[in-house]
């Protein structure tokens, strides 16, 4: 809960995450694909120090693991739950980066996709203050609804929406802001479709960058688990250059 983090936060510097996104968007997936890549030593460029969280991260991936005969199952990760449905839950990650050796603590909320409906739809926020505190924010969109030009406009307008709640509650500081797609195993945005997202953002003066990732993947061309080490190092922040 926020005040097990903030409880982390008077020790150590902790980078606190945002995470929004519909229903069903991959916010959970995104979260348990991390986790499995830094069990299996397989997250690019980083090591694991530590969780506060171990039991958590395996409630969440617990989906991933239960195969039938082979098969993959339908679903991946449940629905997120709250037991209180007023607190965010928060998985952490210690993670040390090969490049400089740098320590990072990353707390990274599992929210139910009803609480961005809701924000969008009636501006209700009280339970996203901890985001006051945020880093960076994820703004989780799924793919294969970009990639449906039928979906796609509703898609973008709702971003903007996100944006609109991001700024009124920001003001002129409002975080850095990463646009996940997920599904790239299914679909790549087109750069024109990436291009109208940043551009719908920046009409409420919001700047964003895209990633596409694939926490899972049915394609034999995208391994599950694609971008995924990028988004930890855009959600950290580029490598500083160490003093002489």
Excluded at 82 to 96: C, E, K, Q, S
Excluded at 164 to 188: A, Q, S
Aim: charged share 25%.
């Amino acid at each position: 809960g926020p005040d097990a983090v903030s409880s982390m936060m008077a020790l150590r510097y902790v980078t606190v995450v945002g995470i929004l996104g519909d229903p069903d968007s991959g916010k959970t997936a995104c979260l348990a694909s991390t986790y499995l890549l830094v069990a299996n030593a397989m997250l690019t460029g980083w090591t694991f120090a530590d969780s506060k969280s171990l039991m958590a991260f395996e409630d969440i991936a617990r989906g991933a693991r239960d195969w039938n005969e082979g098969a993959p199952p339908s679903q991946m990760t449940m629905h997120t739950e709250m037991t209180d449905d007023r607190r965010a839950g928060f998985v952490h990650l210690r993670l040390i980066r090969h490049s400089d050796g740098k320590c990072v603590d990353l707390a990274l909320p599992d929210l139910p996709g009803e609480w961005t409906t809701k924000l969008v739809t009636n501006a209700q926020s009280d339970r996203l203050d901890f985001m006051k505190a945020a880093e960076v924010i994820w703004i989780v969109l799924d793919g294969r609804a970009l990639a449906d030009k039928e979906r796609r406009q509703a898609l973008i307008s709702r971003v903007g929406k996100i944006g609109g709640r991001l700024k009124t509650m920001f003001g002129n500081h409002v975080p850095r802001v990463i646009v996940v797609v997920t599904h790239r195993d299914d679909c790549e945005v087109e750069k024109s479709v990436s291009a109208r997202l940043v551009a719908e953002l920046q009409r409420k003066e919001v700047k964003a960058t895209i990633l596409q990732v694939a926490p899972f993947s049915d394609s034999d061309k995208v391994r599950a688990g694609f971008g995924i080490p990028d988004l930890i190092d855009a959600t950290v922040g580029s490598a500083q250059p160490m003093p002489d």
